[in-house]
């Protein structure tokens, strides 16, 4: 069965630092790996995706992951923080024989102080 | 384009009540699913619909809650009878053909008291 591990349940950094939130999975079979992004009382916001190519991904707001299989870890992040940045952020994992169902891990809540 | 719609937003009822949550997916996206968030969790799928046929139904409480997509486009989440353990944020999303992408509507926040 798959599954998604997010390290850190809660990670707080200064604005301007460096943004860097872990996920980590288990897949018999190559995965398609996503990120997303909660802020209070909203849905959820696809940041970036992993399917096939290449490996380093960017995403929408200046952030980025890379797919690493020896490692099977798909860890976002982000050169510079900004305080828009707080929110829930979600790692999720699907196969192509799965009809798109996403597993999801238990979330990150990023802080941002000023 | 418009984006996926749910209602109500926010939903208070006591245990044993029931209660429905509505759904409109991305207009000409044939893959609906509902999603259970549990405070403190990641979001769990409850069923997913390719039109209006179930694909995965699997993790459902099929005793309590019950799903339909009749005409292949809006969708209903029942739940009947409601449990203290039901309080959650209720999900929807939906996604186009050949594509793993989901767009999340803003969810049903529900209080089982």
């Known amino acids: 069965a798959q599954s998604v591990t997010q390290l850190g349940s809660h990670v707080s950094v200064s604005e301007g630092a460096l943004v860097l939130l872990r996920c980590n999975y288990s897949?018999?079979?190559?995965?398609?790996l996503f990120w997303y992004v909660q802020y209070p009382n909203q849905g959820l916001q696809l940041l970036l995706k992993y399917t096939t190519g290449a490996t380093l991904v960017k995403g929408i707001n200046g952030f980025e992951a890379e797919f690493k299989k020896s490692e099977t870890s798909f860890h976002l992040t982000k050169p510079s923080a900004h305080m828009s940045d707080a929110a829930e952020y979600f790692c999720a994992v699907t196969r192509g024989n799965q009809g798109g169902k996403l597993i999801f891990g238990q979330g990150t809540e990023l802080s941002v102080k000023p | 384009e418009a984006g996926v719609a749910q209602s109500p937003r926010y939903k208070i009822i006591e245990k044993r009540q029931s209660v429905a949550f509505w759904c409109n997916p991305i207009s000409g996206h044939a893959t609906l699913y509902w999603y259970q968030q549990i405070l403190g969790q990641g979001p769990k799928l409850l069923i997913q619909f390719q039109n209006n046929g179930v694909v995965d139904d699997s993790q459902l409480p099929k005793d309590r809650f019950s799903a339909e997509r009749l005409k292949g486009v809006d969708s209903t989440l029942k739940i009947q009878p409601a449990k203290l353990e039901d309080s959650a944020v209720y999900l929807c999303?939906?996604?186009?053909?050949?594509?793993?992408?989901?767009?999340f509507g803003p969810g049903t926040r529900l209080t089982v008291t």
């Open positions: 999303a939906s996604s186009g053909e050949l594509t793993y992408e989901q767009y």
């Open positions: 897949s018999s079979v190559p995965p398609y």
